[in-house]
C-alpha cells in the first residue's frame, strides 16, 4: 500500500512516516506541508492512498482534495486532522473522502488505511458520534435528480442517523421485512453497496 502524506508540521510527517512504515504492508511515496503541495505530489506519485491534514497554510486539506477527486474521482483520501469541527466533517463527506479521523486516536490511523485501501469508509469514534447532530441542522435536498420517493428519502435519512432496521421499522409503523425491501431498492436505485455508503451519499447531496 503506497500512502502519501501530506501535513504542515514537517515533524509529524517524520513521525507518521515512521509510524506507518513499522507495518511491512505500507509505503510512504512521499510528504509534502500543504494544500498545493499534495495536489502536486499526488499527480506525479499516484499513492493509493493521500493521508492529509485540513487545516493548512495557503491551500487547506479540503480544498486540495476536493481538487484531486474532481481531476481523479477513484482518488483515496484520508483526512487525519486534529479538528472536528461540524462544517469541516460536512465539506469532507460532501467532497467524497474516504475517510476522516483524529490524531489523538493514532493507533487507529494503520488500520484505517488499510480499510480505505479495500475500498471501505472510515470515520472516527469521535466523528460518527456527531453525524445525528449534523443531520438534525442540515437542509435536505429534494433528490428528484435520483428518483427517490419522500418515504425513501425519510428512510435514508434514519439509516445516516445510525438506525438499525428493526428501529426505522417502528419509526415509520412498517415491518422489518418492508424496511429491507426498501433500502435494497434503494441501494439498487443508486448503485451503491451498503448503508455506510449511503449515508455517505445522504451527506454529499444534502
Do not use: W
Not at 466523528?127 to 428512510?155: G, R, W, Y
Request: glycine share 4%; charged share 30%.
Amino acid at each position: 500500500m503506497r500512502v502519501l502524506v501530506v501535513d504542515d508540521d514537517k515533524l509529524i510527517c517524520v513521525s507518521l512516516k515512521s509510524i506507518l512504515e513499522s507495518d511491512s504492508d505500507v509505503t510512504v511515496v512521499g510528504t509534502g506541508n500543504d494544500g498545493r503541495e499534495a495536489i502536486k505530489l499526488y499527480q506525479i506519485l499516484k499513492p493509493d492512498i493521500l493521508l492529509m491534514d485540513i487545516r493548512m497554510k495557503d491551500m487547506t486539506g479540503l480544498e486540495a482534495a476536493e481538487a484531486i477527486l474532481k481531476s481523479d474521482k477513484n482518488a483515496k483520501v484520508l483526512f487525519l486532522t486534529t479538528f472536528a469541527d461540524d462544517e469541516y466533517i460536512i465539506k469532507a463527506l460532501k467532497i467524497g473522502v474516504h475517510g476522516y479521523i483524529l490524531k489523538q486516536d493514532f493507533e487507529s490511523i494503520i488500520p484505517s488505511l488499510k480499510a480505505v485501501n479495500i475500498g471501505q469508509f472510515v470515520f472516527g469514534e469521535d466523528i460518527v458520534n456527531k453525524i445525528p447532530a449534523l443531520l438534525n441542522k442540515a437542509t435536505k435536498s429534494s433528490f428528484t435528480d435520483f428518483d427517490i420517493s419522500e418515504k425513501e428519502i425519510e428512510m435514508i435519512s434514519l439509516v445516516a442517523e445510525g438506525l438499525n432496521n428493526k428501529e426505522i421499522a417502528l419509526k415509520l409503523f412498517l415491518s422489518e421485512g418492508t424496511v429491507r425491501n426498501y433500502l435494497s431498492i434503494i441501494l439498487e436505485k443508486l448503485s451503491l453497496r451498503d448503508r455506510t455508503q449511503l449515508a455517505i451519499f445522504y451527506f454529499k447531496n444534502l
